[in-house]
């Protein structure tokens, strides 16, 4: 009961969204399901629902964190956008709070679904949703991002279904009761053929990698976040990509616990350093605040593959950082929408000075880059230096090495854009907008800050066993 709520309450606030008239009066109903999820969200943590009689639905630790990070998330979005919104007169955003809240039902959805086929609905759900987010703007460079995120993630997916078919075709192969459930999978994993399971997961990864931004399959991102509004981009960063990280850390549990486990450690762990070193490479040139933040998504989501390729103490720091990267991205997405407004541009050449113009929106966008490029004492802090003890400690020395330099170009890569940003004297020829810091533009990724400042300091103890219990169903079980 608890967890239909869960999925139902925001589809009935995105049925009320869209039969409201008035645009001032619709962004209302954000906060107002945004505050029911959360509570309902904490009870439920709080209650662990058992599972569906066909095992359909269950909510573990693994889908309590990713809840808690969505639900966190959008809260913060939601009461945002009721004065974000009022700045955006000239478009009507009936699409955009219904779209909003549709995705929080997927997203809740994917969060609860141990059945593969259920997963894969719910993740392709917030893809169609979130698209006509994107076109928000409806200008040319939103529509050309928007084909691209619609086109490469629409590709990228269906690769994903493919291995799923293949998964389910070698439980066939190896004589088991054909299955798509979570716990069935595991138990079958060992005896599965290992052509297939293989074939299965680098599908898997591949199409799993696309929705995520691994590269070289992240070439929607930079568009995507560049043009849409730093709300929508607070949740494709956020929310989005850790559906597709989801979706890896379930197919990660079946194959962690079948022979050949080196080679997806191996796949995992190739793939997430590629996709850090391509980040950091564009990142020390990049211009665009938004697109910035694209490319330190994919460098998180390398980061997110390395990890569970290191496996062991790293697991740990996996769903640490999954929690810090979903908040900060809030906080610097949110932040840029801020610095957009201000300044009428996202480009550092002309948004400069955002501490005179706008002081605690520059603040906090420099608060947000320090904590997103793991610095203390933040929670990504914490969830790297865990990732580096278990590169060095489990003998990943080479790894572990390659890790810290590139992490470093992309600490310098963010600095020479936000630096200016931050700290440059604003342009004299440009004419001031109407923009001014408020409760409700600077509040939200506030208190998103206080929360990773705290957590950075001190991680309550049923949050540590929550942590604990999800880093163990990651483990490999040969």
Not at 8 to 30: E, K, M, Q
Request: net charge positive.
């Amino acid at each position: 009961m608890l967890i239909l709520l869960l999925i139902n309450i925001p589809l009935a606030g995105a049925l009320a969204a869209w039969l409201i008239r008035s645009d001032t009066r619709r962004p209302l109903v954000l906060p107002v399901v945004a505050g029911i999820h959360l509570t309902l969200v904490i009870r439920a943590i709080a209650a662990s629902p058992p599972q569906t009689p066909d095992s359909w639905i269950y909510l573990d630790a693994i889908g309590k964190l990713f809840l808690l990070e969505f639900s966190l998330l959008f809260a913060a979005c939601a009461c945002y956008a009721v004065n974000y919104l009022q700045y955006r007169k000239e478009r009507s955003n009936q699409v955009l709070c219904t779209g909003f809240l549709v995705c929080l039902s997927a997203m809740t959805l994917a969060t609860v679904a141990h059945h593969l086929g259920l997963l894969w609905l719910a993740i392709e759900t917030t893809t169609l949703v979130m698209a006509p987010l994107v076109y928000f703007n409806r200008n040319a460079r939103s529509i050309e991002a928007t084909w691209k995120y619609m086109l490469i993630c629409s590709i990228g997916i269906a690769l994903a279904l493919l291995g799923i078919l293949f998964l389910a075709y070698s439980t066939i192969v190896a004589g088991f009761p054909p299955s798509l459930i979570l716990e069935t999978l595991q138990r079958y994993a060992p005896s599965l053929p290992g052509v297939w399971l293989k074939a299965a997961f680098v599908l898997m990864l591949v199409g799993y990698g696309t929705k995520m931004g691994l590269a070289p399959m992240h070439t929607w991102k930079p568009d995507a976040y560049g043009e849409a509004p730093g709300l929508v981009g607070a949740m494709l960063a956020g929310g989005l990509a850790n559906c597709g990280l989801l979706g890896l850390m379930r197919l990660c549990q079946i194959c962690m616990s079948s022979p050949a486990v080196h080679f997806y450690q191996s796949c995992l762990i190739g793939m997430g350093l590629f996709s850090i070193a391509l980040a950091s490479i564009f990142l020390l040139r990049q211009t665009d605040i938004k697109r910035m933040l694209a490319y330190s998504s994919v460098e998180h989501m390398g980061l997110f593959a390395v990890a569970l390729g290191l496996g062991g103490k790293a697991l740990f720091g996996v769903m640490l950082h999954l929690i810090g990267n979903g908040l900060a991205k809030g906080v610097l997405f949110l932040a840029s929408g801020n610095i957009h407004r201000a300044f009428a541009s996202k480009n550092r050449e002309v948004a400069r000075g955002a501490l005179r113009r706008a002081p605690w929106t520059g603040a906090l966008f420099l608060a947000g880059f320090l904590a997103m490029t793991g610095s203390p004492p933040f929670l990504p802090f914490a969830s790297e230096y865990i990732f580096f003890s278990a590169a060095f400690s489990q003998g990943h020395t080479i790894t572990g090495s390659l890790l810290a330099l590139l992490l470093v170009l992309a600490f310098l890569g963010m600095a020479l854009t936000v630096i200016p940003v931050v700290f440059g004297d604003p342009p004299k020829d440009r004419q001031r907008t109407k923009y001014h810091d408020t409760a409700l533009l600077v509040g939200p990724p506030l208190v998103l800050l206080i929360l990773l400042g705290i957590l950075g300091l001190w991680l309550p103890e049923p949050l540590f066993r929550l942590v604990t219990e999800a880093a163990k169903l990651l483990e490999a079980t040969r």
